[in-house]
């Protein structure tokens, strides 16, 4: 795409674990210049506790939805990027949001990052631009310096959007919630469950955070209510945590269930209903459209169909996230620098089509995950992931279920040659 002389410009909007990842193949790779954006004053993204729940230094509202108990729901050994095994947790295997920090803080310091970042700097505005010297788009970039109002205007060869999707939450309309006298709030605002002593709190939604926190509230609340749609849990859960089915409507401080039971007596109402996909700074003429979390068009969950220097990292969900922002990131830079050849318009949009039920699940992965990140190496012409993250995941989805209350607590070790797991967890 570009000879030695002129690089191509490339923009990193957000530095969390997904911006790091952009940061560390770009900077490796002369032909590209590299500038990254961060609204916040610090990396990590996500994975910054605040105790604040609402506006940061910035006055803009808390990205992260950490908590203080929060343990990673998977064994750490397969959350490191495959170029940087520095957590090699064995028993527990799961380890708090504090060591995920430390990690990401390491990774920054190991590649030399910092250099690259521009800190409390909001991306504003993004907007595609043809450029008048030659038939080629541009983007053009606004954004706003935080500490001085200063705001500027930079033009780029391609975009790498990194921002998460775990700071907009989502909130269902429940009829009668208006009348309910109770607390109400999201698990993007929940910090700390010694705060619900003594409450009745039913929690909507089990699935990670759902159970997670639920957890976590058991401990101090006088009872929890999991309330969600899907198969009952089969784990032993805490003796005063009760499976309930999902809300049909709330009159005052009584939830008539979809099973057409009641609860009376409710305090405090905690949903644990996931989040949004936003991308609040795209102009419209970037051409992304999200329908019930249904982001399109996008190439492999990854690459904008219309406009293909643009790329959205870690929009699949249910997956080993750093190993493949780190699969993502490469094919990307493989496709800037010309080593990869995208397919015909038509069967980019093939392959962006819903394949599941519900749009909302569009971007669930699951098990499908391998094939994916494999098939982004095969064409990109780079190294597959070690087995040792497809093998652990596998072991680790199938126990976790088993057990609920201690499996964050598993002894996880891999055989040296990689190829097999033991996974034991305590009684």
């Known amino acids: 795409m570009a000879d030695q002389e002129e690089k191509i410009k490339v923009c990193v909007i957000g530095a969390g674990a997904a911006g790091l990842c952009a940061i560390r193949h770009l900077a490796a790779n002369a032909k590209f210049e590299t500038t990254v954006y961060e609204q916040t004053n610090e990396i990590g993204g996500i994975w910054v506790y605040k105790e604040q729940a609402d506006f940061d230094e910035n006055a803009l509202s808390i990205h992260s939805s950490m908590y203080q108990n929060l343990r990673t729901n998977l064994p750490a050994k397969i959350m490191n990027f495959p170029d940087y095994i520095t957590m090699e947790a064995q028993e527990p295997c799961c380890v708090s949001h504090q060591e995920i920090l430390k990690y990401l803080e390491n990774y920054t310091q190991h590649f030399d990052l910092c250099r690259h970042i521009q800190f409390n700097t909001k991306v504003e505005h993004v907007r595609l631009e043809l450029s008048e010297h ?115 409507n709330i009159h005052e401080t009584t939830f008539r269930l979809r099973d057409g039971t009641t609860i009376d007596g409710i305090n405090v109402l905690l949903f644990c209903t996931g989040y949004k996909y936003s991308f609040p700074f795209l102009n419209e003429n970037c051409d992304i459209r999200i329908d019930n979390n249904y982001v399109t068009p996008l190439y492999k969950h990854l690459i904008n169909i219309k406009h293909p220097s643009m790329c959205i990292i870690g929009i699949p969900m249910a997956v080993v996230p750093f190993p493949m922002f780190h699969m993502q990131v490469q094919y990307f830079l493989a496709l800037l620098e010309g080593r990869v050849a995208l397919p015909t318009k038509s069967v980019m949009l093939e392959d962006s089509i819903l394949k599941t039920p519900k749009k909302r699940h569009a971007h669930k992965l699951m098990d499908r995950q391998w094939d994916y990140n494999d098939s982004l190496a095969t064409v990109g012409g780079f190294n597959r992931l070690p087995l040792f993250y497809k093998i652990g995941y596998r072991a680790w989805s199938v126990q976790r279920s088993a057990n609920l209350l201690r499996y964050k607590d598993s002894k996880f070790v891999f055989s040296e040659d990689g190829q097999s797991v033991e996974l034991i967890i305590p009684e």
Request: hydrophobic share 40%; with cysteine.
């Open 134 to 248: 030659c038939n080629k788009e541009k983007w053009s970039v606004q954004v706003k310096k935080l500490k001085t109002n200063e705001i500027k205007m930079q033009y780029f060869d391609a975009i790498m959007i990194c921002n998460g999707h775990y700071f907009d939450p989502y909130v269902p309309i429940i009829p009668g919630i208006d009348s309910f006298p109770g607390l109400i709030l999201h698990s993007h605002v929940y910090r700390k469950p010694d705060e619900f002593f003594g409450k009745k709190v039913l929690v909507l939604g089990a699935a990670s955070s759902g159970i997670d926190i639920g957890i976590d509230l058991s401990n101090y609340a006088a009872c929890v209510y999991l309330s969600h749609n899907h198969d009952r849990l089969t784990s032993p859960l805490p003796l005063n945590m009760i499976q309930v089915a999902g809300i049909e």
